[in-house]
């Protein structure tokens, strides 16, 4: 990046952080494969190290992080309050992110989880210490079917917002659908399961669940939450520059796989409900026609100046 550049978001960033406040700003985001170049004892992560077969080197590496910082930027004209991250490997990263790239003056905190997951990937919650105090948090781990592998922790935070309002927060990466839809759909169901046990023990609380669900609104797992109380925000979201129908192209089709919900007590402090789907985060898609997210591989192609395969999920809650 020009240096000329990093002056510029630098003072964009001390500048953001002491706007005045706002409508509190919540965005979720899949940072597809947020991997640091180390490879990490018994985690399947070799294909991100300088002789893998993604040749993910240290450039490649600080590349990301700042692309992800300022995908993050671009939300609001303000720093948003929380953020939800997904597909994060590991602390090295969270502390590169939040004190080394370009969101380092922006005085982010981090909340993470362990997870036993096969890869190494993560949950991670960063939040304003300004706007919100962490009172405590938790891993809910996943028990695994049969034929399910290791997965994803939820992560729970419990914590006060500046207005002292207590606000109760689940982050979920649920499995994929590699090897098929209807085979690996309990392996979703059996994360939601855990998720929906932890928040019967909060009931009529002030509670939002976000993350990447590899599923649709639609599909029995987002059924289950919704049949259980919570309201999906951004089952018909769209971008906000009307390029996006969703926060995920396959094969030419958008849809939303990346969802946030909240309980009945929070539904009338919604503002607004936004994709990001700003043009330098998108790129022409020339297969199918129309846009597709810049991601950072095009199968084993390093495209730099790429993003994320997903787009950010932005919530606005009045103050």
Same mark, same amino acid.
């Given at each position: 990046?020009? =240096?000329?550049?990093?002056?510029?978001?630098?003072? $964009? $960033?001390?500048?953001?952080?002491?706007? @005045?406040?706002?409508?509190?700003?919540?965005?979720?985001?899949?940072?597809?494969?947020?991997?640091?170049?180390?490879?990490? &004892?018994?985690?399947?992560?070799?294909?991100?190290? @300088?002789?893998?077969?993604?040749?993910? *080197?240290?450039?490649?590496?600080?590349?990301?992080?700042?692309?992800?910082?300022?995908?993050?930027?671009?939300?609001?004209?303000?720093?948003?309050?929380?953020?939800?991250?997904?597909?994060?490997?590991?602390? *090295?990263?969270?502390?590169?992110?939040?004190?080394?790239?370009?969101?380092?003056?922006?005085?982010? &905190?981090?909340?993470?989880?362990?997870?036993?997951?096969?890869?190494?990937?993560?949950?991670?919650?960063?939040?304003?210490? #300004?706007? /919100?105090?962490?009172?405590?948090?938790?891993?809910?781990?996943?028990?695994?079917?049969?034929?399910?592998?290791?997965?994803?922790?939820?992560?729970?935070?419990?914590?006060?917002?500046?207005?002292?309002?207590?606000?109760?927060?689940?982050?979920?990466?649920?499995?994929?659908?590699?090897?098929?839809?209807? &085979?690996?759909? @309990?392996?979703?169901? #059996?994360? $939601?399961?855990?998720?929906?046990?932890? !928040?019967?023990? !909060?009931?009529?609380?002030?509670?939002?669940? +976000?993350?990447?669900?590899?599923?649709?609104?639609?599909? =029995?797992?987002?059924?289950?939450?919704?049949?259980?109380?919570?309201?999906?925000?951004? +089952? #018909?979201?769209?971008?906000?520059?009307?390029?996006?129908?969703?926060?995920?192209?396959?094969?030419? &089709?958008?849809?939303?796989?990346?969802?946030?919900?909240?309980?009945? =007590?929070?539904?009338?402090?919604?503002?607004?409900?936004? !994709?990001?789907? +700003? @043009? /330098?985060?998108?790129?022409?898609?020339?297969?199918?026609?129309?846009?597709?997210?810049?991601?950072? /591989?095009?199968?084993?192609?390093?495209?730099?100046?790429?993003?994320?395969?997903?787009?950010?999920?932005?919530?606005?809650?009045?103050?």
């Amino acid at each position: 990046m020009r =240096p000329y550049l990093l002056v510029v978001l630098s003072f $964009i $960033i001390f500048n953001l952080s002491y706007s @005045p406040a706002g409508a509190q700003v919540f965005v979720e985001l899949n940072c597809e494969n947020l991997f640091d170049c180390q490879h990490d &004892e018994g985690k399947d992560d070799h294909e991100f190290t @300088p002789d893998g077969s993604r040749r993910w *080197t240290r450039t490649r590496y600080w590349n990301k992080l700042n692309a992800i910082a300022q995908e993050l930027l671009s939300c609001s004209e303000q720093l948003p309050d929380l953020v939800a991250l997904v597909e994060i490997e590991n602390d *090295t990263v969270m502390r590169d992110l939040t004190r080394r790239s370009l969101l380092r003056g922006a005085g982010y &905190e981090y909340l993470m989880t362990c997870s036993p997951d096969v890869r190494g990937l993560d949950i991670a919650l960063l939040y304003h210490p #300004q706007r /919100f105090r962490p009172i405590c948090y938790e891993h809910i781990n996943v028990p695994t079917l049969d034929d399910m592998r290791a997965t994803r922790d939820i992560l729970y935070v419990r914590g006060e917002t500046v207005h002292a309002d207590t606000l109760h927060l689940f982050i979920v990466h649920a499995p994929s659908r590699y090897g098929g839809e209807l &085979e690996t759909r @309990p392996h979703r169901r #059996q994360v $939601i399961s855990m998720l929906l046990q932890a !928040i019967d023990s !909060i009931a009529n609380q002030n509670i939002i669940v +976000a993350g990447d669900f590899n599923d649709y609104a639609d599909s =029995p797992s987002l059924q289950m939450l919704t049949q259980h109380g919570l309201h999906n925000l951004t +089952a #018909q979201t769209q971008g906000i520059n009307k390029r996006a129908k969703g926060t995920y192209r396959y094969q030419g &089709e958008w849809h939303s796989i990346d969802h946030i919900l909240v309980s009945t =007590p929070l539904l009338n402090k919604v503002e607004s409900t936004f !994709i990001n789907d +700003a @043009p /330098f985060l998108l790129e022409r898609e020339t297969t199918y026609g129309g846009w597709k997210p810049r991601r950072t /591989f095009q199968g084993f192609k390093y495209q730099r100046g790429g993003y994320s395969d997903h787009l950010p999920l932005v919530v606005n809650f009045k103050r």
